[in-house]
């Protein structure tokens, strides 16, 4: 459940919608949440719920960059909404960070990442995301606090080896976890799955039809009250396109791509590959990670280049590990 900021509902609104679900047996149910908001009494009743993991948008530790980011939180409430979800038995929780902002430093960003990781109970799953400028928005409208490309870089460094350091993994470009607590909506993006798009703005995709929802809730309710699919666009990918994109999916993980699907005599990717956890597979070293988009341009949709070499309906697999628990 998310959108960013579902948690500014009434707790009765909020149950109602995880009530209107019928869970499956030992389901993820994650829902995002601004600590500010999470308080222990919500926390309770999100469990009584449901929820069993929680999705915490704290972005940075940092006051001065919270301020450059927007964002109204203090950085106290972080630790407040730990509590909380702990006190209330919600088995998992992730935090958020943003890294580039305007007035980080590298001391600032790792004084983030130690505070994250001193957090009770530390939180399982960390994912990090370096700062995009958006087309329009008042971040665009002023360069001076655009980020720059290789400080944002280094700072992804930093990330990585700190949350490795504290057993946390990577296991996509932009997530770390516990072995055991990877989120399983992610990996099903990552794994080409089927997902329904509920509420404004959101995504589905099912067995190559991809489609995504109006993004104003004023346009999506009005659609649904008139009994018209609150569907903003859609396509439908041929079996190349999905075979290429399969690829470009999985090569963002830590299980990688069949070596097949990258060229072998290539000296641009000197030094951004290794081999994966399974035999005949390669995945991104953490300069690889830094250049990813240039190593998918090299991906071969067919393994050898060639439609026969795996046929035209062929299917690339994420991975066959269930490593999500």
């Given at each position: ?110 004084a983030s990442l130690e505070g994250v990781l001193a957090l009770e109970p530390a939180p399982s799953h960390v994912s990090a995301y370096g700062l995009t400028v958006e087309p329009g928005t008042p971040l665009w409208r002023d ?133 994966a956890e399974e035999e005949g597979r390669v995945r991104l070293t953490r300069r690889g990670r830094l250049l990813a988009n240039e190593v998918a341009h090299r991906l071969l949709p067919f393994g050898t280049g060639s439609p026969?070499?795996h046929g035209e309906g062929a299917t690339i697999t994420l991975c066959p590990t269930r490593s999500a628990g």
């Amino acid at each position: 459940m998310g959108g960013g900021t579902p948690t500014q509902l009434e707790e009765a609104d909020l149950v109602r919608l995880l009530g209107t679900i019928e869970w499956a047996e030992g389901a993820e149910v994650t829902i995002e949440a601004n600590p500010e908001d999470l308080t222990a009494p919500l926390a309770r009743a999100l469990a009584a719920a449901g929820v069993t993991r929680v999705s915490l948008g704290v972005q940075s530790l940092d006051p001065a960059v919270l301020i450059g980011l927007g964002r109204r939180h203090d950085p106290a409430a972080v630790s407040t909404a730990a509590e909380a979800i702990g006190a209330a038995g919600i088995s998992s929780y992730s935090v958020d960070l943003i890294y580039g902002g305007a007035g980080e430093t590298d001391t600032s960003f790792l004084a983030s990442l130690e505070g994250v990781l001193a957090l009770e109970p530390a939180p399982s799953h960390v994912s990090a995301y370096g700062l995009t400028v958006e087309p329009g928005t008042p971040l665009w409208r002023d360069p001076a606090r655009h980020p720059d490309d290789d400080v944002e870089a280094r700072r992804y460094e930093l990330a990585d080896a700190r949350l490795e350091a504290a057993g946390l993994r990577w296991y996509e470009l932009s997530n770390w976890a516990r072995p055991g607590h990877e989120a399983r909506h992610n990996i099903g993006y990552w794994a080409e799955g089927d997902y329904l798009a509920i509420g404004a703005a959101a995504h589905g995709h099912r067995s190559g039809h991809r489609w995504w929802n109006l993004r104003t809730p004023e346009r999506y309710v009005r659609a649904v009250a008139a009994g018209v699919r609150p569907v903003a666009s859609e396509e439908h990918l041929g079996a190349r396109t999905r075979q290429l994109e399969a690829l470009e999916l999985a090569l963002r993980t830590r299980w990688g791509v069949p070596a097949l699907a990258l060229p072998t005599r290539d000296e641009a990717l000197a030094g951004l590959l290794e081999p994966a956890e399974e035999e005949g597979r390669v995945r991104l070293t953490r300069r690889g990670r830094l250049l990813a988009n240039e190593v998918a341009h090299r991906l071969l949709p067919f393994g050898t280049g060639s439609p026969e070499s795996h046929g035209e309906g062929a299917t690339i697999t994420l991975c066959p590990t269930r490593s999500a628990g």
